[in-house]
């Protein structure tokens, strides 16, 4: 099952990439991007029974493994499954 | 006395750190293989620099999931001087026996080059032949050594004297430009609580030799090698 | 079935080509058969315009213990240890996408060097870019750079130095040079060769995908407008499984169950497969289903053809598979055994079992084509070597010149870019990149290995002979002004189509001016490497061969650098005192010229000043060496005052009396900026400067005292008069942040 | 106006990170995760009109600077629109 895992840094944590992509944007002219932030994105495919179950073993995954919780947060989404 | 260099696939200072201690100082040092289940005596354990699984995905995410780590908390958590050094540092951040994150350096480049960091606490076991505000000029390589912490933590680890090493200029100074990759009250190095383990970003392993442009890290690694023989002595 | 003559086109045989493939084959090809052909007759494998000239290269010498033809070339350093070094280009693949271009770049040239059995201690590259006002080459230059660091800094190889130029001719076809060298025991060379029929073959490494599918032929052929649409698939590095690779081999070859290794690089399966099969005279036979790929459905033509990255290919011997199998497991990686060697010398290719292809693996390499192409020496030289400086504006004041010399991006500090390398790592490096050669200690020894690139596409432009011997010189000289005895040389020549006989010319010209210089300062040619079609939309680069010239320090504590390491030293010029402005610096940036002919090189008197370094090094009656190159003195002084604990000094320049472009309004700008080979700038050990002076003597080399360190500022005089004057912190300015303040904007894709 | 950008290697390039997080994944004895690949993922502020604007931005963004459209593809989403 396609599973989807974003990993943002806090709010609280300053995200030098996506400022470094602001200021570029503007001055390429692209003033009304008044925001960027950068993060992470993760596909994938689990072998699971139901939504449910694929979602599970993500967030465990995400825990352990894909984010770092002193820094970033997560949210995972699963294919035919709108609950976030 | 016995260094454990613990190896990671994708450790790349291992051999740095090997022969720092072997051929420089003159110990007794060993590679222990990520796999292994046992430190194999060592007195000291060293984590090394370098890219431990490419640093895909984050800097030392996935080491700390090797067999071998176990052993290290174990160690650690029994007062085993303990050392990661930039990649090691990283390594115990994500383990756990340190606190803190390294974020990207905020010109987001990788950085290579000597700096200067001031020693700030001389009672843990990689400090202890050092003076307090000693000025030392070692080499920095990395690419995510932007120490951070939540105001709550940097408020404790300034409280129980847990920063060990910061950033500084030539004469001490703390100033904005020494700062080499905006870390968080300039720190490049912590101890944990019980101060036996210490990671920091710069690299004191290659820095043992005059020739190699500075011997600063020396008082690193001699500093544990005569806490142990004084112990052993006591 | 037979192959339709579009096919045949579309994979670049010529008529004269495809008839001689019928007469090997002695029937018609299968499509894998001609995909195989097609990339082994590729230009950038089957060297066929090249390989008649870089017959002319001297490479044979009691020191050589591996010339032209394997994976790298190898010479004796002593203490039965062997550098083990080599170059290679990535142009085009870093063209198309720099950071995955230049990175695959580092990672294929670090495999040529342990597929030889050497550890890899030190990179180096060698760039060149369009100018940087323009913002898509700072992207470009921003990519590659962050590119060799992701690589080199991973695997943990230091990149120790290098070389960056910016010329507008390279705007559409930037050059991106990598150098490696490695040391092995002298008895422990791996070769790649496959003998000993029913010895088992392996595939190691990262899987097969269909990455780089023809990036051998696509590395031959021009760039046009529709070339970004092509879209070959890029092929995306992986330093953390070339690592593991890297140990691995090294674990393997150290017991004796191998009996040949090399690396998959371009052309893949097909390159690594015939070339082991015919170094050894052997047939070699794989089955393409047991090679374990990334994607499905990939057809036999395809997996021959892939250039996937980080893959080898190995040979063992029979019965000691297990040993090999275990070295592997060990680090995480699985050996597949996917074939053997035969005793019918056939390159047999199966696809479960049936035979997709069955080709004679001798004469696919040894009958390759080879072209004599015509050469025509190019009508613009007699226009670009004129010069004539009456017609020249009047020259700005000295002290502009200058500042604006030390801020131009070619001479400026390249600070910017070796920061972003580990150039420190395995604690080998003796010398800092940013001044002068790369200097690695070699462990165990007292020696230290000390190597540079350098080349110049102006003067090669100008003129290629020249051109090449300065390039040799040059290199040879910056390793002989860190004190060691240059003994073996690589070459990358870059080169734009062969098929046009005036760049068939500059090429030809080029390889007799390397050539002649190497045999001049016994420096052999070990190996190398050719990169074509350097061209965009019918406009070649410049002609750009880039030397690299390795050497050995015996005592690694006589290691100089170019800095003055203190106040109240004499400062001494060696060599040629009179410089010329023919393809100056000064003559682009003043006057916005690429004109008149380069100062050309007197390679007797070039061999006396380099044997005069060395000796003046062992001897410690110098404590600093510094090459004039670009910018003339007046910027080589600058160089040697700024950085670590900066000094100043006090300088009176002869005048440029032989100078060739005699004009009053242009004596000052000649001495100060006018550019030469054969000159260096020594400061002197308290109390040796007879010494020095004598020996310079002995051996012909002109040698001036021309002045004194001390002070912040810089203060240069010519024939007694004050010219120009700066403060240190002035020209640190200028020189140290003439790079870095293009960049200081950029937002890089890899961010 | 909340835009995000979803950036991922095309199918056909290799993915080293993905790899060898799903190795990872596997030896801490999560067998069902059978694959891995890592994207990058931008939160964009863009000051627009309607959703549409907000898109478009974002796609001309994401063409010049986000996505290197010789490896990489790219998938926007505005919020309060789920066209894709
Ligand atoms: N692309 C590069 N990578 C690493 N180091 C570089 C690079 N370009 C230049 N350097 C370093 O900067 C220094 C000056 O380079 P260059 O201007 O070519 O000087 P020179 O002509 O005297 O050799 C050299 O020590 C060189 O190693
Ligand atoms: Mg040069």
């Known amino acids: 099952m396609k599973t989807r895992v974003f990993v943002t840094l806090k709010p609280s944590v300053f995200d030098p990439q996506g400022r470094t992509i602001v200021e570029a944007l503007q001055s390429m002219g692209y003033g009304s991007v008044r925001d960027v932030r950068q993060g992470k994105y993760f596909e994938l495919d689990v072998a699971a029974e139901s939504a449910d179950a694929a979602r599970s073993v993500a967030s465990e995954v995400a825990d352990k493994l894909l984010a770092n919780p002193v820094i970033e947060s997560y949210r995972i989404e699963v294919d035919g499954d709108d609950g976030s | 006395m016995k260094f454990a260099v613990i190896e990671f696939p994708g450790s790349n200072c291992d051999h740095d750190a090997y022969h720092a201690t072997k051929h420089v100082l003159g110990q007794q040092a060993e590679f222990v293989w990520h796999k292994e289940t046992d430190l194999r005596g060592a007195d000291v354990v060293v984590l090394p620099g370098g890219f431990s699984y490419g640093d895909y995905l984050r800097t030392g995410a996935i080491a700390r999931f090797s067999p071998v780590m176990a052993c290290v908390c174990e160690f650690a958590h029994a007062g085993g001087p303990v050392i990661g050094i930039c990649n090691g540092f990283q390594v115990l951040l994500e383990v756990g026996l340190l606190e803190g994150a390294l974020l990207r350096n905020n010109r987001l480049k990788f950085l290579c080059e000597h700096i200067h960091v001031r020693v700030e606490q001389t009672d843990t076991p990689f400090t202890s032949g050092a003076v307090a505000g000693q000025v030392l000029t070692l080499p920095i390589a990395h690419g995510e050594g932007n120490f951070h912490a939540s105001p709550e933590t940097l408020v404790a680890l300034e409280a129980n004297r847990q920063v060990v090493f910061r950033y500084c200029a030539a004469d001490g100074a703390q100033t904005d430009a020494a700062n080499p990759n905006g870390s968080a009250h300039a720190i490049a190095g912590v101890c944990n609580v019980e101060r036996n383990v210490v990671g920091l970003m710069p690299h004191p392993e290659r820095a043992c030799e005059s020739m190699l442009g500075s011997a600063d890290g020396r008082v690193v690694l001699e500093s544990v090698i005569n806490t142990f023989a004084s112990a052993g002595a006591a | ?751």
């Open chain 3, 1 to 751: 079935m037979s192959i339709h003559q579009t096919t045949i086109d579309a994979h670049g045989f010529s008529p004269e080509e495809y008839q001689r493939l019928l007469e090997i084959l002695g029937r018609e090809p299968t499509i894998t058969e001609l995909g195989i052909f097609s990339v082994m007759w590729s230009e950038h494998c089957s060297y066929k315009s090249s390989r008649l000239h870089l017959r002319r290269f001297p490479t044979d010498g009691p020191r050589v213990v591996q010339g032209p033809g394997e994976n790298a070339g190898a010479v004796d350093i002593g203490d039965g240890i062997t550098a083990v070094f080599k170059i290679e280009s990535h142009n085009h693949p870093s063209f198309i996408e720099p950071y995955q271009g230049a990175a695959t770049g580092v990672g294929g040239i670090i495999r040529d060097i342990f597929t030889m059995g050497a550890r890899p201690i030190a990179l180096l590259n060698s760039l060149r870019f369009g100018e940087l006002d323009n913002p898509a080459t700072r992207r470009l230059v921003d990519g590659v750079v962050a590119g060799i660091a992701g690589y080199g800094n991973s695997i943990g190889i230091p990149t120790v130095g290098g070389e960056i130029a910016f010329e507008p001719g390279y705007a559409g076809n930037p050059l991106v040079n990598v150098f490696c060298l490695g040391v092995a025991k002298a008895d422990a060379l791996a070769m790649g060769v496959a003998s000993g029929a029913g010895n088992p073959v392996y595939y190691v490494g990262a899987k097969t995908g269909r990455d780089g599918i023809h990036g051998a032929t696509m590395a031959s052929a021009e760039f046009d407008e529709h070339s970004a649409d092509k879209r070959p698939a890029v092929q995306v590095g992986d330093p953390f499984m070339e690592k593991l690779l890297l140990e691995a081999c090294l674990e393997v070859m150290r017991t004796d169950a191998l009996v040949g290794i090399q690396d998959m690089g371009a052309a893949g399966l097909t390159c690594s497969t015939s070339e082991m099969g015919a170094r050894g005279d052997s047939g070699i036979e794989i089955d393409v289903s047991l090679v374990p790929q990334r994607e499905t459905g990939m057809t036999p033509y395809e997996i021959m053809l892939s250039e996937s990255q980080e893959r080898m290919l190995l040979v063992a011997r029979r019965g000691r598979e297990a040993e090999v199998e275990q070295v592997f497991e060990k680090w995480d990686l699985h050996a597949v055994r996917i074939g053997e060697v035969t005793g019918d010398g056939l390159l047999r290719i199966r696809d479960q079992g049936q035979v997709v292809a069955e080709i004679p693996n001798r004469p696919l390499a040894d009958r390759a084509p080879l072209y004599d192409r015509p050469t025509m020496r190019p009508a613009y030289l007699d226009d670009a070597n004129h010069l004539d400086l009456a017609t020249l504006a009047p020259p700005a004041d000295p002290r502009r010149i200058w500042l604006d010399l030390l801020d131009t991006p070619a001479v400026a500090s390249k600070r910017w870019v070796y920061r972003q390398y580990d150039h420190m790592v395995r604690t080998n490096t003796v010398v800092l990149p940013g001044l002068g050669a790369g200097v690695v200690r070699v462990k165990g020894t007292a020696r230290a290995l000390v190597f540079s690139l350098d080349g110049n596409g102006r003067h090669c432009f100008l003129d290629p002979a020249e051109g090449g011997r300065l390039a040799v010189a040059e290199a040879a000289r910056n390793v002989a002004c860190a004190g060691a005895v240059p003994i073996g040389a690589t070459n990358c020549l870059n080169f734009g189509n062969p098929e046009r006989p005036e760049i068939m010319w500059q090429f030809s010209q080029a390889v007799d001016g390397i050539a002649e210089a190497c045999r001049a300062l016994d420096v052999p040619i070990t190996g190398g490497n050719v990169s074509l079609y350097n061209e965009t939309d019918g406009q070649a680069i410049y002609p750009t061969p880039v030397l690299g010239v390795v050497g050995v320090l015996d005592d690694v504590t006589h290691v100089l650098t170019r800095v003055f390491p203190e106040p109240d030293l004499e400062i001494v010029l060696l060599g040629d005192p009179a410089g010329g402005l023919g393809g100056s610096e000064y003559l682009k940036q003043a006057h916005g010229l690429v004109r008149g002919a380069p100062a050309p090189v007197d390679l007797d008197r070039e061999r006396a000043l380099q044997e005069l370094l060395v000796d003046a090094a062992r001897g410690r009656w110098i404590r600093s060496a510094h090459d004039g190159s670009d910018g003339g003195l007046a910027v080589t002084l600058a160089e040697c005052c700024v950085e670590s604990g900066a000094v100043g000094a006090q300088v009176d320049l002869p005048e440029s009396v032989e100078s060739v472009e005699r004009d009053d309004r242009f004596g000052v700008v000649q001495a100060l900026f006018g550019e030469a080979p054969s000159r260096v700038v020594v400061s002197v050990a308290t109390g040796q400067r007879e010494r020095l002076l004598s020996r310079a003597r002995e051996r012909a080399v002109p040698a001036v005292v021309i002045g004194r360190t001390g002070g912040d500022r810089i203060r240069l005089a010519v024939a007694g008069e004050q010219v120009a004057d700066i403060g240190l912190d002035e020209a640190e300015q200028a020189w140290g942040q003439g790079l870095t303040r293009h960049f200081e904007t950029v937002a890089s894709r890899e961010a």
